[in-house]
């Protein structure tokens, strides 16, 4: 799978409460042609989302954001694809639930997201973001792994 690409993706704790969304989004992603290479469900722990959400500390919104992700079960997943952080984030659709519900109604926040904390889906913004938060969640991760995927 020469070209490939690794992103971490996270489906956040309202979405793995309900089982028909999780199956939908987890179907979405497959029809997309990601490959999941690594999962697992676990509930964030607060030093994980500290570390994680560390450039939003000081946010209005860090909190509550915080509060969420360590509130219940998320389903952790590195998907790999050619262009997988781009394809990944058009997936999704846009950050603001209100904004993809209007611009990108078939996305998956669109479809799936509550409000901006809950938006259903977190997906790495860069090469760099994937690296650093693949690495918080799946520590054990080696890219040489999935290199003849």
Not at 28 to 35: E, M, R, S, Y
Not at 40 to 55: H, N, P, Q, S, V
Not at 78 to 102: S, Y
């Amino acid at each position: 799978m020469s070209g490939a690409q690794q992103t971490l993706a996270i489906l956040k704790p309202h979405v793995v409460k309900n089982p028909f969304s999780l199956s939908r989004i987890k179907n979405i992603i497959l029809n997309a042609n990601f490959k999941i290479v690594h999962l697992k469900r676990k509930t964030i722990d607060l030093r994980e989302a500290e570390a994680f959400y560390g450039e939003h500390k000081g946010k209005f919104f860090y909190n509550r954001l915080v509060t969420f992700m360590t509130s219940g079960p998320c389903e952790l997943m590195i998907l790999t694809k050619e262009n997988a952080i781009q394809e990944w984030r058009q997936l999704m659709g846009p950050t603001k639930v209100f904004r993809a519900q209007f611009e990108a109604p078939d996305s998956l926040r669109g479809q799936f997201g509550l409000s901006d904390t809950r938006n259903a889906t977190h997906g790495s913004d860069s090469p760099e973001s994937a690296m650093k938060e693949i690495e918080i969640f799946f520590p054990e991760f080696r890219l040489e792994t999935v290199i003849n995927f």
